[in-house]
């Protein structure tokens, strides 16, 4: 009963003294004629206000030391841990396969004959179609019979020559005859290999757009052929991270199609700024031997741009004053009880729900979690867990 008058005298008394500082407050205004007066009287008061607030902090704390009635605000606590922090950007990307063309027939024609079949695998130098060659290859025949006709001639005029026999113009037309016959038959060749489409490299044939018995013409696509075993995400990354793109940089590919997760490098940055966008390339090299992943699959391309060790809290925490400034609540023992503290941080960088701590809070503090948005500065709380 005796500390239960203590406390009520207590609070009356402070009450009395506020209320007289803010009479006094009323009076000041209504007597004072000077400006810098009235700004020295309302440092005063300030001071007066502050003093009174801490008289009433001690006497709150020593009535929750009394008190065992009286109930706080409940809040639970966690101690800052140091951790490693990542931060990403997130782009998307599309697959597109290193070698990946449209064949186009060199020469015009009616084609024959298609000696492969949509995902069959071909060799490089594989012949895919063919395009009506008769007339070439009956006039190869012919000029190939007059070359050995002029290869014996020549033969015959050289070892006459060699024994001093004949003349050397006979030996030289001879020569010349065989020469010119071998030209036109190696031009012959190289037109017949045009009436042909080879495989210019090793992979699959995608498509077939031509038929047999259609007409080739070199500027329509007659198979596709692709090679899945060297791909490549590329990714277009708007300006702004430029700077913060490095090649080598960690990269995390996602396929949410195949729900696959591939751990890369960026294998090249672009030097061009499109300035329709205002983007830049991003290229990651990928081995793709099973050929699971294909060309034009979509994926989410997380690059990583800044990692640290030290202090990360829950980004929901924390919170900002009226001047923008950010902060969270801290606590600090004083006997029994705990007072909340309001503890000013720098935020270097958010990601993932996850905030890094560059300033302003140490390893092992105990941070209010839940119930911070109920409570202010220099409280007594209850501490939960």
């Known amino acids: 009963m005796i500390k239960s008058n203590t406390q009520i005298v207590m609070k009356n008394t ?12 009323g009076k000041t205004k209504k007597e004072s004629a000077s400006l810098t007066q009235l700004k020295s009287q309302k440092g005063d008061l300030i001071s007066q206000i502050d003093s009174l607030s801490q008289v009433l902090k001690s006497v709150d704390l020593e009535i929750s030391k009394r008190d065992t009635l009286k109930r706080f605000t409940p809040v639970t606590a966690f101690e800052a841990k140091e951790q490693v922090f990542k931060h990403y950007i997130e782009v998307q990307g599309n697959v597109e396969a290193d070698q990946s063309v449209e064949l186009y027939p060199e020469s015009g024609g009616t084609i024959t004959k298609i000696h492969v079949k949509e995902g069959q695998k071909v060799a490089k130098g594989h012949v895919l179609a063919q395009i009506d060659n008769s007339i070439i290859e009956s006039s190869i025949v012919e000029l190939q019979t007059q070359l050995d006709l002029a290869t014996t001639t020549f033969e015959r ?41 080879i495989a210019p490299f090793s992979g699959i ?6 038929k047999v018995g ?12 692709v090679n899945l075993d060297n791909i490549h995400v590329e990714s277009e990354v708007t300006e702004t991270y430029l700077k913060s793109i490095k090649k080598g940089a960690d990269v995390e590919l996602s396929f949410p199609s195949l729900k696959r997760t591939i751990s890369s490098k960026v294998s090249q940055v672009g030097n061009f700024i499109n300035p329709n966008n205002r983007s830049f390339k991003v290229r990651v090299n990928l081995n793709n031997t099973t050929n699971e992943i294909k060309a034009n699959l979509l994926a989410d391309v997380k690059i990583k741009d800044f990692q640290a060790t030290g202090v990360v809290l829950p980004t929901t925490i924390l919170q900002k004053d009226r001047l923008g400034k950010t902060f969270v609540f801290t606590l600090k023992k004083e006997g029994e009880v705990y007072t909340t503290q309001k503890t000013y941080i720098d935020v270097e960088k958010s990601y993932n729900n996850q905030s890094y701590i560059s300033k302003g809070l140490s390893k092992n503090t105990l941070v209010v979690d839940k119930g911070s948005r109920l409570i202010k500065a220099n409280e007594i709380v209850t501490l939960v867990d």
């Open 157 to 197: 005029q050289q070892r006459l020559w060699n024994q001093n026999i004949g003349s050397e113009m006979q030996f030289l037309q001879a020569k010349a005859k065989k020469e010119g016959l071998e030209n036109s038959l190696k031009s012959l060749n190289t037109q017949a290999k045009k009436l042909k489409i």
């Open 214 to 225: 259609g007409l080739a013409v070199p500027q329509m696509p007659a198979l596709r052929l």
């Open 14 to 25: 402070l009450l009395i003294a506020m209320i007289a500082v803010l009479i006094s407050c």
């Open 205 to 210: 044939v995608d498509e077939v757009f031509a």
